[in-house]
């Protein structure tokens, strides 16, 4: 059975950082797209980042420049960097990763349950 993690967040003042990370177990045959969401209070999930299988990643306008997406080759981890926090970035972070198993042979989407991140002005 697939379980996918999050971790790392929590509160921190407006111009600081925090680092998420997210890992994932179970029977994996392989690992495609990977991305970040998030769903700050009272708003719908939101997407923040992608780092495709091969290719450069891909940030929202709203975080470019201030996030980085990146993962672990030598385990099925991904992680996203943040940089100067600003209040309006206070929400709860969501992992997804495109993930194969075999058996059954498959690939689809798995969702973390999520981390939140609180950023104090």
């Known amino acids: 059975q697939i379980q996918v993690v999050e971790s790392g967040g929590g509160l921190v003042q407006a111009g600081g950082s925090l680092r998420l990370s997210c890992e994932a177990s179970?029977?994996?045959?392989?690992?495609?797209?990977m991305a970040w969401y998030r769903q700050a209070p009272g708003k719908q999930r939101e997407w923040v980042a992608t780092l495709p299988r091969q290719g450069t990643p891909t940030y929202a306008d709203s975080v470019k420049d201030r996030f980085t997406i990146s993962r672990d080759k030598g385990k099925v981890a991904l992680y996203l960097q943040m940089s100067s926090l600003k209040p309006e970035d206070t929400a709860v972070y969501y992992c997804?990763?495109?993930?194969?198993?075999?058996?059954?042979?498959?690939?689809?989407?798995?969702w973390g349950k999520g981390t939140l991140v609180t950023v104090s002005s």
């Open positions: 997804k990763m495109q993930l194969t198993t075999d058996p059954p042979p498959q690939t689809m989407d798995y």
């Open positions: 179970g029977g994996i045959f392989g690992v495609y797209q």
